[in-house]
């Protein structure tokens, strides 16, 4: 069945999956005087007094009704192959564009940028859906939450979609001035600006997918992306974002205020993207999960 090219990349990333330990309530979690736990206390803070970002996180989910606004008739096309589990209003809105809030009809991309983004937009094919490496960008708004752990030095950032991972330093080191290995999370160091911690990110090769409307990559390796996460209380996170990339944009995207809330467990699951085809242990009830007999 045919599907849209951009939605195949969230579809291919984007499988629900359940904790094994749901009813398992973490050390140290703040609660009520009957127990429960307390969603609504302080922010907790980390032995050496800092907002402790650690937990796993989910972001907030964008209606069919606002994407339906947001993208028109593409949302109709997908509506007809949803896949269970898998569902569009699982997503947010940032996971299909990046540029879901700017109100022009040309991002603000260089010509050949633009040019390039547009051709990208109908030259994947809908039925190859485990190619490719998505960017952080887009595997933290897919359906899938992410899981944050924090040290002293380094901050460690999983994310469920694609099993990826990222390694923060905040141990003083500051990013290399050139680098023999580009890679496709780049390199990312963290410092505290009061209770926000921010996360400075370069050196990136250009073959990622940094959100699903025009899937391959339209960035290029001068991409810079600044990340201010700040936990607003035990139960909520917000992370925002500027991305800039002097060959390819005219100036920085402020990629608005995400916000996401403390998922109810305690650990991220593993999800691999595989066609069914070649996954001989895969059984006859995944299959219809994956809605790819």
């Known amino acids: 069945m045919k599907r849209l090219a951009w939605v195949a990349v969230v579809v291919a990333l984007s499988t629900t999956t359940t904790a094994q330990w749901l009813k ?4 140290g979690t703040p609660r009520t005087p009957d127990g429960k736990p307390n969603l609504a206390a302080p922010t907790p803070l980390t032995a050496d007094k800092r907002p402790d970002l650690s937990g796993v996180w989910m972001h907030e989910q964008t209606s069919v009704a606002e994407m339906k606004t947001l993208f028109g008739a593409r949302i109709d096309e997908e509506l007809k ?7 569009l209003g699982t997503v947010h809105k940032y996971a299909i ?5 700017f109100k ?7 010509p050949e940028g633009f040019a390039q983004w547009k051709k990208n937009l109908g030259a994947s094919d809908p039925a190859n859906v485990c190619v490719g490496v998505p960017s952080f ?3 933290g708004f897919l359906s899938e939450p992410i899981k944050i752990v924090q040290a002293p030095r380094m901050t460690m950032v999983m994310y469920e979609a694609g099993n990826m991972h990222r390694q923060i330093y905040s141990d003083g080191r500051m990013l290399p001035a050139t680098y ?5 999370l780049g390199y990312s160091i963290g410092r505290w600006e009061g209770d926000v911690f921010v996360v400075d990110t370069t050196n990136f090769n250009d073959r990622n997918w940094m959100h699903a409307e025009g899937t391959v990559s339209f960035h290029s390796d001068a991409l ?8 607003v209380d035990a139960n909520t996170l917000e992370i925002e974002a500027t ?15 995400a916000t996401l809330q403390l998922a109810p467990f305690d650990q991220i699951m593993e999800v691999m993207c595989t066609n069914v085809e070649t996954a001989p242990l895969m059984d006859a009830a995944s299959k219809d999960n994956y809605g790819r007999k």
Do not use: C, N
Not at 24 to 27: H, M, S, T
Not at 81 to 87: R, Y
Not at 180 to 184: G, I, R, S, V
């Open 24 to 27: 398992f309530v973490p050390p």
């Open 81 to 87: 192959v949803d896949v269970p589990g898998m569902e």
């Open 97 to 101: 564009s990046l540029l879901a809030d």
């Open 104 to 110: 022009i009809d040309q991002p603000p991309m260089r």
């Open 137 to 139: 960008t887009l595997a």
């Open 180 to 184: 023999e290995f580009p890679a496709f």
């Open 224 to 231: 810079h992306i600044v990340e201010r996460y700040r936990r």
């Open 243 to 257: 991305i800039e990339d002097p060959k390819v944009l005219t100036k920085p995207w402020v990629v608005p205020k």
